[in-house]
Nanobody, 124 residues
Framework: QVQLVESGGGLVQAGGSLRLSCAAS????????MGWFRQAPGKEREFVAA????????YYADSVKGRFTISRDNAKDTVYLQMNSLKPEDTAVYCC?????????????????WGQGTQVTVSS
């Protein structure tokens, strides 16, 4: 049973940066594709970014491409989301998720494990 715990959220002004972390425990981290998702109040959850098992491939939503960077450290069982040039519309609860399938993480809803989420608020 893999547990995912996010950290790094907070309040930041527009144009600022935050780095989110998602620490995994209880399983073999490198077996999973990792993704970041977000949900703003009154909106559906949306995909943000994904990274492959070894970290060689990444994929981003158009809304964050060029501003956000996903990375992972399999030695530390952690995935990161570096968020730059933040906008008020980036305000949401950000969750990390794990699935063994690349296709599922990038086009659907991860089936295996989810974190509780961390709040990111961007003020204008």
């Amino acid at each position: 049973q893999v547990q995912l715990v996010e950290s790094g959220g907070g309040l930041v002004q527009a144009g600022g940066s935050l780095r989110l972390s998602c620490a995994a425990s209880g399983g073999t981290f490198s077996r999973y594709v990792m993704g970041w998702f977000r949900q703003a109040p009154g909106k559906e959850r949306e995909f943000v970014a994904a990274i492959s098992w070894s970290g060689t491939s990444t994929y981003y939503a158009d809304s964050v491409k060029g501003r956000f960077t996903i990375s992972r450290d399999n030695a530390k069982d952690t995935v990161y989301l570096q968020m730059n040039s933040l906008k008020p519309e980036d305000t949401a609860v950000y969750c990390c998720a794990a699935d063994r399938s690349w296709g599922v993480v990038t086009t659907s809803t991860p089936r295996d494990y989810w974190g509780q989420g961390t709040q990111v608020t961007v003020s204008s």
